[in-house]
């Protein structure tokens, strides 16, 4: 068996959402083991149309660092081009489908996956969402609009996951700032600055705009600019800490603390 390496615009592929916590980190300089690697194309010949291809980053975002910026700036296409994006978990991975279905709510509600920021546009931006569980298959419905009264597991998962208010019969190309702050809260990641990175695909910002800051707070100024248009409500929203940047003391130093947001628009150009 081998590996080869295909342009995602030619060939039908998966896309694998997981944390790196779960030891599928990596690079494409430092690689998988084989056994996951194998793990995954087993998933992707079985769910996958065409000849079993996937994209994971651990693979396909190198460390060399313009190639890396290249590939986060097309990290939103490659997730919502995918057939299927496949949710690898450790805590999912324990539970069994046989379980009741508030048991199986509570185990992805509270799961790894669902803490983490950059698998919100993971999960969004997907057409089939797939979730690995203890059986070794991947449990699957289409996500867009689910009829909660079917008692179907994943039509009650998606809803209790975005909180029924984000259902779509397609991902959507841009989302409010509201939706994205809603569904932000209280996940985190290890480095602050990548925050903003993360949902920049989701909101109509390209991220190639806040690769020349370094830091997370610099970063999250370009953000707001880019945005334009802010909700009034981040002015009181509660928030640990704020910008010290001149004309930005109004704005939270990460999104992920604020909360729920109000509607209302301020243009950030002219705080």
């Known amino acids: ?112 996956w669902m803490q983490r920021v950059w698998t919100l546009q993971e999960m969004l931006l997907a057409r089939e969402l797939y979730f690995e569980f203890a059986e070794g298959v991947a449990v699957s419905r289409h996500v867009r609009k689910p009829d909660p009264g079917t008692g179907d597991l994943m039509a009650n998962l998606m809803m209790s996951m975005t909180g029924g208010h984000l259902l779509f019969e397609q991902a959507k190309p841009v989302y409010t700032f509201d939706e994205i702050v809603n569904l932000l809260y209280c996940r985190c990641t290890s480095k602050p600055e990548d925050e903003t990175l993360a949902i920049a695909g989701l909101m109509g910002v390209d991220p190639a705009k806040l690769f020349p800051c370094e830091d997370a707070d610099t970063r999250m100024r370009a953000f707001l600019l880019e945005l334009r248009n802010i909700p009034l409500g981040i002015l009181c929203s509660p928030t640990p800490r704020r910008l010290l940047f001149r004309g930005f003391r109004w704005a939270p130093h990460a999104l992920s603390a604020v909360g729920i947001a109000t509607s209302g628009l301020w243009d950030a150009g002219f705080a």
Do not use: N
């Open 1 to 112: 068996h081998s590996l080869m390496v295909r342009g995602a615009s030619d060939f039908p592929y998966i896309a694998i959402s997981h944390v790196w916590a779960d030891g599928l980190g990596s690079t494409t300089e430092r690689g998988l083991p084989v056994c996951q690697i194998w793990r995954i194309a087993t998933y992707a010949y079985q769910h996958a149309r065409g000849d079993g291809a996937f994209w994971i980053d651990s693979l396909c975002v190198p460390q060399r660092k313009d190639l890396r910026k290249q590939a986060i700036r097309l990290m939103a296409q490659t997730y919502r081009d995918a057939q299927l994006v496949l949710v690898f978990d450790a805590g999912i991975q324990k539970c069994s489908v046989s379980e009741d279905t508030p048991r199986i709510l509570l185990t992805v509600k509270t799961s790894l």
